[in-house]
């Protein structure tokens, strides 16, 4: 593999670590939701921020891919 392609592949993982971290936020939110859980307002809250900080990931992943 070229160095270009590992480089790639490494920020791939990362992206994919936060997707996954944000889909364990998302089913969290959800079955706290649906149970009525009164910690269910503060884990829709920590879904935000995770959404927030995956799309700053993602965004700043593709901002770096147009700089090359």
Known sequence: M????????????????????FGLMVILGAVSMFVGDPAAASARMASLVFTLLFLAGLFTLAARGRAR
């Open 2 to 21: 070229t160095g270009y392609a590992i480089k790639f592949f490494k920020e791939f993982h990362t992206v994919l670590g936060w997707m996954i971290l």
